[in-house]
């Protein structure tokens, strides 16, 4: 493997890890928060008080910062399928540490997301990083990556002035459309800042270059408006069925944002091209399979839950009756 797609490959999966583990240290602090006070979906503020909910921000926070900087190591074909391999650890840590069982089915997902994952690495192409954000720039401005652009911001625009008062509410499509083709470009930006800064710490500055700064303009505008839209989706629709499509969508359209700005298969032969799609369709069934058993555990938790307030609500009626003045 080439070297800077090795210190890409070592990254994204540090990414992982660190993002994954970040998960369970936060829900055992909310935890431990919701046990001495309000939990934080009735509004409670006591996780803040919590070490182990700081230690899962801390380590989100590193997790993310790795797969920034891996973006400017690897081609994002490679780095963002690999974002999967967050949910197996969080899947395999919830089920020793949070007795979250993880059932057989929950099993072969994680085993199609590693193979998935071992199948893109091997067949991932070698990117030629740019020497200059001028050269960025270059790419950014072709006439293919700029059809591209305005193709996406053309559907974003129908989304939210059309489409969102009318369905945004019932169409999970909407919101997540918005997330994902804004998240595409979003990590374009964010890719060509961390080469800008890379160059820079090289001693080659890119801090005079216009475009830097443009760059970091439409990062920020994407990734505010990423945020806003993923809100709503996740407070409209249920988590379960929301983050599976939202990493679908996502991932596919960074990499064919990246394929067109970057062209990360050009000079491969055509059956590496196709043992990475295979990988990647791989990944994704197994992301699908996983969040398809969390959600059916989901669902049985709370039929149980209304099992035993009809039960216990049942039982408080008799009561009443028994003790009833004209019994």
Request: charge should be neutral; hydrophobic fraction near 50%; aromatic fraction near 10%.
């Amino acid at each position: 493997m080439e070297t800077d797609n090795g210190k890409g490959l070592i990254l994204a999966v540090a990414s992982s890890v660190f993002i994954g583990s970040s998960f369970i240290l936060k829900k055992k602090g909310l935890k431990r928060a919701g046990a001495n006070g309000i939990r934080a979906g009735y509004g409670g503020y006591t996780y803040l008080l919590e070490p182990l909910w700081w230690a899962g921000m801390v380590t989100m926070i590193v997790g993310e910062a790795a797969n920034f900087v891996a973006y400017i190591y690897a081609p994002a074909v490679l780095v963002t399928p690999l974002g999967a391999l967050s949910i197996i650890i969080s899947a395999v840590l919830a089920h020793f540490l949070l007795k979250e069982k993880l059932k057989k089915m929950g099993v072969l997902g994680c085993v199609s997301c590693i193979v998935g994952s071992v199948v893109i690495v091997i067949h991932a192409p070698k990117e030629q990083t740019p020497n200059s954000v001028e050269e960025i720039w270059i790419l950014a401005t072709q006439p293919a990556f700029l059809v591209y652009v305005a193709i996406t911001m053309s559907i974003v625009l129908a989304l939210i002035l059309h489409f969102e008062p009318l369905c945004g509410q019932t169409n999970i499509l909407i919101y997540i459309g918005i997330c994902s083709l804004m998240g595409a470009l979003t990590v374009m930006s964010i890719k060509a800042i961390g080469i800008a800064i890379k160059l820079t710490m090289e001693g080659v500055s890119q801090i005079g270059y216009p475009q830097t700064w443009l760059f970091l303009m439409v990062a920020a505008t994407c990734v505010v408006t990423q945020l806003i839209y993923l809100n709503k989706a996740l407070d409209t629709f249920n988590a379960a069925i929301v983050s599976p499509v939202y990493y679908v969508m996502f991932t596919t359209l960074t990499i064919v944002a990246s394929a067109i700005m970057f062209k990360d298969w050009s000079g491969q032969d055509a059956a590496s091209v196709a043992s990475e799609i295979c990988g990647f369709i791989t990944v994704l069934t197994g992301t699908m399979i996983l969040h398809g058993t969390r959600e059916e555990e989901q669902q049985a938790a709370s039929e149980s839950v209304r099992w035993y307030e009809s039960r216990k609500s049942t039982n408080e009626e008799h009561l009443i009756t028994l003790y009833s003045p004209e019994y």
